[in-house]
């Protein structure tokens, strides 16, 4: 095996090679295995290969969908027929069209997104800030305590790509309003081939850090760390779909602190767009007293509405 | 904050005035070592052209997608094989090539006769009955590699996908093989197990 291995990559010295050569012309068999060798670790390359092409498309534009080849006057037509309709229903007394929904009003975001504010995000109780004494650090779930900034520095929302449309600015601003993300959380045991994911990620560098943890993902076997620092990076760099599916093969539940998780969960159906799972996460989260990001679940669900 | 701005070619290609020669030779060397960003790039530039070929071959938009994502793959196994080499023309000319034959491929399945080749400068050590039964064969291999476990999958895939010397692997610690030795009788293993596994699985007669 050793002398098919050396031969099939071209490590073989030129004696060698003859001489294997040789013995493979004696030897029938011998150069099936060779063949089948060969082909074997070139097909190890096409699947890698294969892998990183996938990978690269996965983050291509979709096709943009084409206009069908019909001609447009028929929908134009239609279009004014039932305009002229419309109007004429009205003027008999019709019902009028229910009025639009005003639209929510947002509470003036910070440009520079400050983290919530005590009053905000619920803020430790007198009993808690008596922690933070005794403790000399902040006391309490991680999502209500006092952003204190040698701690951490709160995270602004990620753009959503496309906006421009009013949908999108309204969903931006959705965003602005209720994100709520740190690193490092508490809780989160950072081990060695992490060291410089984690600094990058301390630095907000979200797509260095995602591209560093890839080339982990090759060199190492997947785990909930990996798992967890990934779905991270695509939720700060507005990936929500591609965020779920990292969370979701994450089965410490609890590796990022209790209720982090579930958050960013929350966070990641509101950045998909998939409101319905948006508001039930945050409902849920809501729904349990003792939860972390309880308030800010709240919050995001007044915002909601 | 989205992937386009960050993790793009570094090298930006001139807008406006073809790209200089040594920037295709510095993409074709990128393209080689199978960098992401290069691959991405590398899709962008080709994505509509793909979609319309497929489109004007029948092809449903799934199919369109398959297309691109095979044209992308047989250019960058072609320039790693050495079969299509840096001649001075950007590595896309290829692609839409690889990206017509396989159209023709297609169509030709579904229609007796098709006009899409005509005129049209593909390339010619591409075959895409022979690339369609490679990565037939290539999907079964990357199940199988997943089977053995990400020990077998590592040492396998350092050699015969990033092609790095054992040396190389030992000293930058890519692996928890300390000497060449074991990390060869490792892979020595893992391949043997593959070679089985692969037998097993009843694929031997297409190799």
Same mark, same amino acid.
């Given at each position: 095996?050793?002398?098919?291995?050396?031969?099939?990559?071209?490590?073989?010295?030129?004696?060698?090679?003859?001489?294997?050569?040789?013995?493979?012309? !004696?030897?029938?068999?011998?150069?099936?295995?060779?063949?089948?060798?060969?082909?074997?670790?070139?097909?190890?390359?096409?699947?890698?290969?294969?892998? !990183?092409?996938?990978?690269?498309?996965?983050?291509?534009?979709?096709?943009?969908?084409?206009?069908?080849?019909?001609?447009?006057?028929?929908?134009?037509?239609?279009?004014?027929?039932?305009?002229?309709?419309?109007?004429?229903?009205?003027?008999?007394?019709?019902?009028?069209?229910?009025?639009?929904?005003?639209?929510?009003?947002?509470?003036?975001?910070?440009?520079?997104?400050?983290?919530?504010?005590?009053?905000?995000?619920?803020?430790?109780?007198?009993?808690?800030?008596?922690?933070?004494?005794?403790?000399?650090?902040?006391?309490?779930?991680?999502?209500?305590?006092?952003?204190?900034?040698?701690?951490?520095?709160?995270?602004?929302?990620?753009?959503?790509?496309?906006?421009?449309?009013?949908?999108?600015?309204?969903?931006?601003?959705?965003?602005?309003?209720?994100?709520?993300?740190?690193?490092?959380?508490?809780?989160?045991?950072?081990?060695?081939?992490? !060291?410089?994911?984690?600094?990058?990620?301390?630095?907000?560098?979200?797509?260095?850090?995602?591209? !560093?943890?890839?080339?982990?993902?090759?060199?190492?076997?997947?785990?909930?760390?990996?798992?967890?620092?990934?779905?991270?990076?695509?939720?700060?760099?507005?990936?929500?779909?591609?965020?779920?599916?990292?969370?979701?093969?994450?089965?410490?539940?609890?590796?990022?602190?209790?209720?982090?998780?579930?958050?960013?969960?929350?966070?990641?159906?509101?950045?998909?767009?998939?409101?319905?799972?948006?508001?039930?996460?945050?409902?849920?989260?809501?729904?349990?007293?003792?939860?972390?990001?309880?308030?800010?679940?709240?919050?995001?669900?007044?915002?909601?509405? | 904050?989205?992937?386009?701005?960050?993790?793009?070619?570094?090298?930006?290609?001139?807008?406006?005035?073809?790209?200089?020669?040594?920037?295709?030779?510095?993409?074709?060397?990128?393209?080689?070592?199978?960098?992401?960003?290069?691959?991405?790039?590398?899709?962008?530039?080709?994505?509509?052209?793909?979609?319309?070929?497929?489109?004007?071959?029948? *092809?449903?938009?799934?199919?369109?997608?398959?297309?691109?994502?095979?044209?992308?793959?047989?250019?960058?196994?072609?320039?790693?094989?050495?079969?299509?080499?840096?001649?001075?023309?950007?590595?896309?000319?290829?692609? *839409?090539?690889?990206?017509?034959?396989?159209?023709?491929?297609?169509?030709?399945?579904?229609?007796?006769?098709?006009?899409? *080749?005509?005129?049209?400068?593909?390339?010619?050590?591409?075959?895409?009955?022979?690339?369609?039964?490679?990565?037939?064969?290539?999907?079964?291999?990357?199940? *199988?590699?997943?089977?053995?476990? /990400?020990?077998?999958? /590592?040492?396998?895939?350092?050699?015969?996908?990033?092609?790095?010397?054992?040396?190389?692997?030992?000293? /930058?610690?890519?692996?928890?093989?300390?000497?060449?030795?074991?990390?060869?009788?490792?892979?020595?293993?893992?391949?043997?197990?593959?070679?089985?596994?692969?037998?097993?699985?009843?694929?031997?007669?297409?190799?």
């Amino acid at each position: 095996m050793n002398n098919i291995e050396k031969y099939v990559a071209d490590e073989m010295t030129a004696e060698e090679r003859a001489a294997f050569e040789a013995e493979l012309e !004696r030897n029938p068999a011998l150069a099936e295995e060779v063949n089948f060798m060969r082909q074997l670790t070139e097909d190890i390359e096409m699947a890698a290969l294969a892998e !990183r092409v996938k990978e690269a498309l996965h983050e291509l534009p979709p096709a943009r969908p084409k206009w069908p080849k019909y001609p447009w006057w028929p929908a134009l037509v239609l279009a004014g027929l039932l305009a002229v309709a419309l109007l004429y229903f009205q003027k008999e007394g019709a019902p009028p069209p229910p009025e639009a929904i005003p639209p929510v009003e947002m509470p003036p975001v910070d440009p520079l997104k400050q983290a919530p504010t005590k009053a905000e995000a619920g803020q430790p109780s007198s009993q808690e800030t008596a922690e933070e004494k005794t403790t000399g650090r902040p006391g309490g779930p991680i999502a209500q305590q006092q952003p204190d900034e040698n701690a951490y520095t709160p995270i602004p929302a990620p753009q959503l790509r496309g906006s421009g449309s009013s949908t999108d600015t309204a969903r931006q601003a959705l965003l602005d309003a209720v994100w709520y993300s740190v690193y490092p959380p508490e809780g989160l045991q950072v081990s060695e081939p992490f !060291r410089q994911v984690d600094e990058l990620l301390q630095q907000g560098e979200f797509s260095k850090s995602y591209a !560093r943890l890839q080339l982990l993902e090759r060199k190492m076997p997947t785990n909930d760390t990996l798992f967890f620092l990934k779905g991270y990076c695509l939720l700060e760099r507005g990936e929500g779909d591609e965020a779920l599916r990292y969370f979701g093969q994450i089965k410490n539940q609890n590796l990022a602190g209790t209720g982090l998780l579930e958050w960013y969960r929350g966070l990641a159906f509101l950045l998909s767009g998939d409101d319905g799972s948006a508001k039930k996460t945050f409902a849920d989260i809501s729904a349990s007293p003792a939860h972390a990001f309880r308030r800010q679940a709240k919050r995001a669900l007044t915002m909601m509405e | 904050m989205t992937i386009f701005k960050t993790m793009t070619f570094r090298e930006k290609e001139p807008q406006g005035s073809p790209p200089s020669e040594d920037f295709k030779k510095a993409f074709f060397a990128r393209l080689e070592q199978a960098d992401i960003s290069t691959i991405r790039v590398l899709a962008a530039k080709v994505a509509p052209d793909v979609r319309r070929i497929a489109r004007e071959a029948g *092809l449903n938009g799934q199919d369109s997608e398959e297309m691109l994502n095979d044209a992308i793959l047989a250019t960058l196994l072609a320039i790693r094989k050495g079969t299509f080499q840096f001649m001075g023309f950007h590595p896309a000319a290829y692609t *839409l090539g690889v990206a017509k034959k396989l159209a023709a491929n297609r169509a030709r399945s579904k229609k007796p006769q098709t006009e899409l *080749l005509e005129n049209v400068a593909a390339p010619s050590d591409f075959d895409p009955e022979i690339y369609l039964k490679n990565k037939e064969r290539a999907y079964i291999v990357k199940e *199988l590699l997943s089977r053995l476990g /990400e020990d077998c999958r /590592e040492v396998l895939l350092l050699k015969y996908f990033e092609h790095k010397k054992d040396r190389e692997v030992v000293s /930058e610690k890519l692996t928890p093989y300390a000497t060449v030795a074991s990390l060869k009788s490792k892979r020595e293993q893992c391949l043997k197990k593959l070679a089985k596994t692969a037998r097993e699985a009843g694929i031997k007669a297409a190799f």
